[in-house]
């Protein structure tokens, strides 16, 4: 891989933050959360499972970009190694 190859790799993930919008995500999470911590919580079944399943797809595209970010990351430092001769 290449410096100007490792760059790119790099900008789409930081892209990618934006694009899924990322930080708004991991807010609205935590508020989602919290909602689940009231004792009336589960009174309402259908509500309760509708709340679960937007807590499941907002984790699901957290994930998925935290898998895209530390792949980056590891990529990154793999080039690192191999520029200084450690590899």
Known sequence: ITADQLK??????????????IDSKNIQ??????RTQSPEFWNNTESAEAQMKIIRELKF????????KSASEELELAFDFVKEGII
Do not use: H
């Not at 790119?8 to 919008?21: N, P």
């Not at 999470?29 to 919290?34: A, H, I, V």
């Open 29 to 34: 999470l935590e508020e989602e959360e919290l």
């Open 61 to 68: 595209w957290i994930n998925s970009y935290n898998k895209v």
């Open 8 to 21: 790119d790799v790099l900008e789409r993930e930081s892209a990618l933050r934006g694009i899924f919008d």
